[in-house]
């Protein structure tokens, strides 16, 4: 009802041709006719509270000042001033404030202000005072007043508006405009976030118009930009409208690395030395990975325990946008176990020695499993099937870690046909009875034969250390170091561990050997015997054709 009868008034005006009459009353649908909004006859008192009977026709997004005397801004607790803004009838917000806290008084020593802007889609305003002490009176009005801008400029009366259009078209949108630096609006892009109505022209978004710009000239540099609009209505009654546009940084840095690290144990990694694999860059800063930094460590505590573990790394730029990246350390045994022990073996051809006998001489040691003996298992054997006989054979035995990591261990097994029973190591052990006694020659063609001297060489030796020679016949473990000089002046040095052992009875093979019964005549002359049984018919033969050639005729 409020729009028909003020049409129909302007159409009663714009026929007459002239501005029209000034009301001699005060009316809610129109602005004043000058500063002051607030009139006596639209307030009544009741109940302790003075309000506004109709609500009064304001500015949209624009700043007023309401004004109030001092005894009321300083009344006992309990005084409140309520605001109501409506668009049309439709109430849009309500604001309370209270005068002794919220008001100032350098209005004067006799009246306080305070300042509110309006919201951008208000056409009404409704005011209301509660009294904390003192009844009100409607004749408090002529002591208050509400005008445009942001300062008390002296109290004026109310003046009746005219049914002229002196309102000017407001704006819609925000007033806040936030621009990303690495994708920025354009400037037509903002102006078309914003729209302009008028109360008597309708909508005038397509009349607004750019009076000044500072964005975009900067659109590209972080700061804060205004744009000032104004929009005309039919009666060139003008509003403008200031947009602040903010250009900030909203996109986080990229971080780029490896997914997974992978660190072999026992080898560790620090985290400055996987900070470097990585590179972080922001669009708008370019390089920030001197802000990287690490929130979660998984790692460290467990640099020594075979596993995958989490890293997650930070980097941030001035307008702090952070990112994130997670980066696995995975903690590997890649190492092979390592063999220790013999690596071949000088045998008799009378001595038995199994391939288990051979295993229990390695020892087997993985640096992340500690001690893998236990698991050595043989995988090739070329010695066993020939156990006795005179030649060269191979062993292989393998251990492998919980890693999976599998380390060999060829041992070589030279069967000789050399002195008496014995077995030599590595050219370093030499295990023998008690019942043989090695000599320096001996010990030299052992050596020759285990490769360990030339042959056919003739070798100066000069022996150093011995504990063998004298105690050859006793169990026990001896040492012998000789010195050979070859002709040519080089000089070998070999020193010799001799294990002597009781030796046992029966055979090699532990076969247990009974008396030995002396040989009989025809064991002993088997030989002769025999040849003679088989010479005599031949010998018989020729006495015979001899005898028969003496025959005379």
């Known amino acids: 009802m409020k729009r028909i009868w003020l049409f129909a008034l302007l159409t009663l005006v714009t026929i007459a041709g002239s501005p029209g009459p000034r009301l001699q009353a005060y009316s809610p649908h129109y602005l004043p006719g000058g500063k002051n909004y607030l009139s006596a006859d639209n307030f009544q008192y009741a109940s302790g509270r003075l309000s506004a009977i109709e609500p009064f026709l304001v500015k ?174 039919q009666c060139l009654n003008s509003t403008e409208f200031t947009m602040t546009v903010k250009v900030v940084d909203v996109n986080p840095p990229l971080i780029t690395g490896p997914g997974t690290v992978v660190v072999p144990h026992p080898q560790t990694r620090t985290i400055p030395d996987l900070t470097a694999l990585l590179t972080a860059s922001d669009q708008h800063e370019g390089s920030v990975v001197q802000t990287l930094t690490v929130v979660s460590d998984g790692y460290t505590a467990n640099a020594g325990t075979v596993g995958d573990y989490e890293v997650i790394f930070e980097a941030s730029d001035t307008s702090g946008n952070r990112s994130t990246y997670s980066l696995t350390v995975s903690v590997v045994d890649q190492a092979a176990p390592v063999f220790s022990g013999i690596s071949e073996i000088t045998i008799g051809y009378d001595h038995r020695l199994s391939a288990e006998d051979i295993r229990a001489m390695l020892q087997a040691q993985d640096g992340y499993d500690g001690d893998l003996t236990t698991d050595i298992i043989l995988t090739s054997d070329g010695y066993s099937a020939h156990l006795h006989e005179v030649g060269q054979y191979l062993l292989v035995f393998a251990v492998t870690d919980a890693g999976g990591n599998t380390a060999e ?3 070589c097994v030279r069967v000789v046909d050399l002195i008496g029973p014995i ?131």
């Open 60 to 233: 949209p997004y624009t700043d007023y000042a309401l004004t109030l005397p001092r005894w009321y801004a300083e009344n006992a607790a309990g005084s409140e001033v309520t605001l109501t803004f409506f668009c049309d009838e439709e109430e849009l917000d309500t604001l309370i404030f209270d005068p002794y806290d919220d008001f100032s008084d350098s209005g004067g020593t006799n009246y306080w202000f305070m300042t509110f802007r309006t919201p951008v889609d208000v056409n009404y305003l409704s005011l209301s005072f509660e009294d904390g002490r003192d009844p009100f009176s409607v004749t408090a009005i002529s002591e208050m007043q509400l005008e445009e801008g942001t300062t008390f400029t002296g109290l004026e009366a109310y003046v009746a508006g005219t049914v002229t259009d002196v309102n000017g078209p407001y704006f819609q949108g925000n007033p806040v405009v936030i621009s990303n630096v690495d994708d920025p609006l354009s400037l037509e892009d903002i102006q078309a976030g914003i729209s302009a109505f008028d109360v008597i022209d309708g909508e005038v978004t397509g009349d607004i118009e750019v009076i000044s710009d500072q964005y975009t000239g900067n659109r590209t540099i972080l700061g804060n930009y205004t744009i000032l609009f104004r929009v005309s209505d």
């Open 409 to 411: 261990k060829t041992v």
């Open 423 to 553: 077995i030599y190591f590595d050219a370093s052990v030499i295990r023998v009875y008690n019942t043989t006694v090695l000599t320096l020659t001996d010990f030299t063609t052992l050596l020759v034969r285990a490769d360990e001297l030339a042959a056919n060489t003739a070798y100066v030796a000069e022996v150093r250390f011995d504990s063998y020679t004298a105690h050859a016949s006793v169990p026990g473990t001896y040492h012998l170091t000789v010195d050979y000089v070859h002709p040519n002046g080089t000089l070998v040095t070999k020193s010799l561990q001799i294990v002597v052992r009781e030796k046992p009875i029966g055979n090699i093979d532990g076969i247990p050997v009974g008396p030995v019964a002396e040989p009989s005549f025809f064991e002993k002359n088997r030989s002769w015997i025999i040849g003679s049984v088989l010479a005599f018919p031949v010998i018989v033969a020729n006495v015979i054709f001899f005898f028969l050639r003496r025959k005379p005729h």
